[in-house]
């Protein structure tokens, strides 16, 4: 063969490559961009020694309040009617635990159950929300997830549970998610951005949350819980609690078809994840609310443990499980897509009672989803 044909040759060869490349190419969906740089950043400081292990009812757990706060005003989120600088404080009444007065595991505070004949002492707490303003006012989406974590575990020589999995990384997930929004022209629907108070101590957060506007409203609910850790099934998955109950999971697995990640039904159906969470508060009252989580909670050693640091995360795989949840929420942010509808009375009564019996039967009663 001579060098000209060669290149001849050369050339039909790489124009072939490129005749079979170029459609893959322009028909396969990215995942967005979500900048790992910025969640290694904001996990670090969540789960920092500094905030002690974010016990809501300890100052500490406003502290990571005010940071997510800044973070949200970095972002330019708008503020929520009712909010001060982006928190939504409230008080809550809560009666120390036991014989021995308060403060026995979490560094302040008791359980929410209650116990014996101690005074119940009011405490300040907060959500951190914030919010973009879509062309409808009246429809919201909602992005969460539960800040606080169990604080302070007397014993070993590290007592601070830094709670990086749980749920630092949820938290991280919906700063993230802000900022990507934020960077998108105007949604048809209005998008909040929540973090609550308080799930790992009875879920004071969401419960004053969902007081403070018609839960009709709610479009659908994406609660983020521990995404830090790949789940049993591998990366680049994702499950959802209450898969079932709503036409949610069906609609985040549409939209990121074609790409390398999926969702699929929380793979733990005996442990009722799906009301182990703030979740449950909102889809009581019928909001498509569901958890998103990628944790191997049956296997995980750091789970609720002072070990629970940001080193025994995957942050790779965070920061893609956030990606995916941009795209996966892309629908239903356009309008062009409705969840049907929680039905209250099958998330109500018996199931809630068996589970409540449980947690109250659980050395970990405070521990809900995480
Ligand atoms: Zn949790």
């Given at each position: 063969m001579t060098a000209s044909r060669r290149a001849r040759n050369l050339c039909v060869v790489a124009a072939l490559a490129?005749?079979?490349?170029?459609?893959?190419?322009a028909i396969a969906p990215q995942l967005p961009d979500i900048d790992r740089a910025s969640v290694e950043r904001v996990i670090r400081v969540l789960a920092d020694d500094d905030m002690e292990g974010r016990s809501a009812f300890s100052?500490?757990?406003m502290r990571a309040a005010a940071f997510i706060a800044e973070e949200f005003a970095d972002i330019g989120l708008e503020q929520v009617p009712g909010s001060e600088g982006y928190l939504q404080r409230f008080t809550a009444a809560l009666r120390a635990r036991g014989r021995g007065g308060r403060g026995g595991r979490g560094g302040g505070g008791g359980g929410a159950a209650g116990g014996g004949a101690a005074p119940a002492e009011e405490y300040e707490l907060a959500n951190v929300v914030g919010m973009i303003s879509g062309n409808r006012s009246e429809e919201f989406v909602l992005f969460s997830a539960h800040y606080d974590h169990i604080g302070i575990r007397p014993g070993g020589e590290d007592m601070i549970a830094n709670g990086a999995n749980d749920n630092a990384s949820g938290t991280t997930a919906v700063i993230e998610l802000a900022r990507y929004f934020k960077g998108r022209p105007k949604?048809?629907?209005?998008?909040?951005f929540v973090a609550f108070t308080a799930e790992e101590r009875g879920g004071f957060g969401s419960r004053h949350f969902s007081e403070q506007l018609d839960p009709d409203q709610i479009v659908a609910m994406f609660n983020i819980e521990m995404i830090g850790k790949p789940a049993v099934s591998?990366?680049?998955?994702?499950w959802i609690t209450g898969f079932e109950r709503s036409s949610f999971g069906?609609?985040?697995q549409q939209a990121v078809e074609g790409t390398p990640y999926e969702f699929y039904a929380d793979p733990y159906p005996d442990q009722n994840l799906f009301l182990r969470s703030d979740n449950a508060t909102l889809a009581r009252l019928g909001v498509p609310a569901h958890t998103i989580s990628t944790t191997p909670i049956d296997v995980d050693p750091d789970y609720h443990q002072v070990t629970d640091h940001v080193e025994t995360l995957d942050l790779d795989?965070?920061?893609d499980t956030i990606r995916a949840i941009a795209m996966a929420g892309a629908t239903i942010v356009s309008g062009e897509a409705t969840p049907t509808r929680v039905d209250p009375d099958s998330v109500r009564r018996r199931q809630d009672a068996s589970v409540l019996l449980k947690l109250i039967l659980s050395p970990e009663f405070e521990g809900r989803l995480g």
């Open positions: 490129a005749l079979v490349a170029a459609p893959v190419r100052p500490a757990a949604p048809e629907r209005t998008l909040l591998g990366p680049n998955t994702a069906e609609i985040l795989h965070m920061t």
